[in-house]
């Protein structure tokens, strides 16, 4: 059995699962970047027949990308598979994950039409055959098939081990083992794991992956168990982002191999010191902030305040730590970014966050950087990324904040008066509102003549201090679309008005 496990990233699919969030083909591309240099061996880049967008994002990622594996998903449909094909017929290492429900909630839920079989060993005989299909058709496509098992941490084992050694002899290569509904705990999963090896009797031809979900906050747990059982391939999400309430943590897994490697004596290939800036990039592109508390990658992780634990720490630091901050790619050392710091200074920090901009993205940014400078003593990180959000977009500028005016108090009402440059001509207009927010949105949605409903509102300081900027993220949908704006001031107000109009924007996009 190999010492080595794969790791699977399906940040781009899985994770952008997660409700209120979407990112676009550019975003998408730059994530991967930045998992690349992290050296995952497997990106999985999208499902290509969910809608052209995510057709692109594949295609996208799988001519740009080298080194990982590019992975497409699909349902055991032979439109599905067509669609993988085409989007990765450019990979150089194309990968197609196609799969099919074997948890007999699953069969009798999902496939209760009776053109699947009007009895459950009936539809169980007819899934098997679709698999078996799938398998070879995405065979035609590449040599590297991946074949899941939806929900088999719910199914009846006897028919989990016939659907896996059928899949295995239409060639699937690895064998991905879903805890879907993260339902399982370690103890279970791993003995589920270990049976799979036993009882597959063509399972050494395959690869075993694990990919499990945190509805228990046991997937990390879960996959863990899965390795120590012979797994070979563990499937996550970078922040544990995902569907419901995530996926299985990367981070946590890999550093849980290498902190323990006296137990699970094996390793992976991942470049741990991409850790870091991987996760704040991937929080900053979703807007979903890293908790202080997260295990690996959270602000709070290697801080130290009880008295007993800074005394301990300070004699010897492994007193208190199991893992050094630098080997995941926090550091003490950093540069002070002012209104002094030059282009090549900016572009450096950027590129290190995760970042290539071109010419003129670099000249943008450095101007909105100049003005922030100007305005505070120091420019953090979380500056820069809030700075990119508002001035760097992936779509053309259908709407441009020309001018912002707010009239508000305790004993006002509040007025907003904007000016908009729409498609190249000034407008103008003002509303009223239940507070100054509500008032510029409202004023800008006038101007505009967009009847987009906001559906979530959220602000942070991504800095500390009076001086901070506020970043705001909005969620506004229109015509059965919905989209992520943001904004970033010093000012909360312009920061609002900023992310409903970048907002208006990305609809704007759609619709162009």
């Not at 995952?40 to 052209?52: F, R, T």
């Not at 720490?313 to 208190?320: A, C, G, I, S, V």
């Not at 050392?333 to 003129?360: F, M, N």
Request: hydrophobic letters at 40%.
């Amino acid at each position: 059995m190999s010492d080595k496990v794969a790791i699977f990233d399906t940040t781009l699919r899985d994770g952008e699962q997660a409700a209120g969030t979407r990112l676009g083909s550019r975003e998408k591309l730059t994530i991967a970047r930045q998992l690349a240099r992290l050296n995952v061996d497997i990106i999985e880049a999208g499902y290509p027949a969910s809608s052209p967008e995510d057709f692109v994002a594949v295609q996208l990622i799988s001519t740009e990308i080298e080194g990982p594996a590019i992975c497409a998903l699909s349902r055991a449909v032979a439109s599905d598979i067509e669609a993988c094909g085409k989007a990765l017929a450019k990979a150089k290492r194309p990968r197609i994950h196609t799969g099919i429900g074997v948890s007999d909630i699953h069969i009798m839920g999902k496939f209760r039409d009776e053109k699947y079989g009007t009895t459950l060993e009936e539809k169980r005989a007819t899934l098997v055959q679709m698999a078996i299909d799938a398998v070879r058709l995405a065979r035609s496509y590449t040599d590297d098939v991946e074949f899941y098992a939806e929900d088999a941490g719910r199914a009846e084992p006897a028919y989990l081990f016939e659907m896996l050694q059928a899949a295995i002899g239409a060639g699937a290569t690895v064998v991905n083992i879903p805890d879907t509904t993260g339902y399982t705990v370690p103890e279970q999963f791993g003995a589920l794991i270990r049976s799979i090896t036993e009882n597959v009797p063509n399972i050494s031809r395959s690869t075993i992956s694990v990919h499990c979900h945190d509805d228990l906050g046991l997937a990390v747990a879960n996959s863990l168990a899965g390795v120590a059982n012979g797994a070979r391939q563990v499937e996550g999400t970078i922040n544990g982002v995902g569907e419901r309430a995530g996926n299985a943590a990367l981070e946590e897994v890999v550093m849980a191999i290498r902190t323990r490697g006296d137990y699970f004596r094996v390793v992976t290939g991942i470049n741990t010191t991409e850790f870091c800036r991987t996760s704040r990039l991937v929080a900053d592109m979703l807007g979903m902030a890293v908790p202080p508390n997260k295990a690996v990658v959270g602000g709070n992780a290697f801080s130290h305040s009880s008295g007993i634990h800074v005394d301990g720490f300070l004699k010897q630091r492994e007193t208190y730590e199991i893992m050094r901050p630098e080997d995941v790619g926090f550091s003490d050392s950093r540069v002070v970014l002012t209104a002094r710091t030059g282009r090549h200074g900016l572009r450096d920090r950027l590129e290190k966050l995760g970042y290539a901009l071109s010419q003129g993205e670099l000249d943008l940014t450095y101007q909105r950087f100049l003005r922030l400078a100007d305005k505070k003593q120091e420019v953090f990180d979380e500056d820069l990324v809030a700075i990119l959000h508002d001035e760097i977009h992936p779509v053309p500028e259908t709407y441009q904040l020309e001018y912002l005016h707010i009239y508000s108090g305790t004993s006002a009402i509040p007025t907003a008066t904007v000016r908009l440059r729409v498609r190249g001509d000034l407008r103008e207009g003002a509303a009223v509102g239940d507070g100054p927010v509500d008032a510029a949105c409202k004023a800008i949605s006038q101007v505009a003549g967009s009847s987009a409903n906001l559906v979530r509102y959220e602000i942070r300081a991504v800095t500390s201090g009076t001086e901070a900027m506020g970043e705001v993220t909005v969620n506004l949908e229109a015509a059965g679309r919905r989209v992520m704006g943001r904004g970033a001031s010093t000012d909360v107000i312009e920061a609002s008005a900023r992310a409903f109009v970048d907002g208006l924007n990305k609809l704007a996009g759609f619709a162009g």
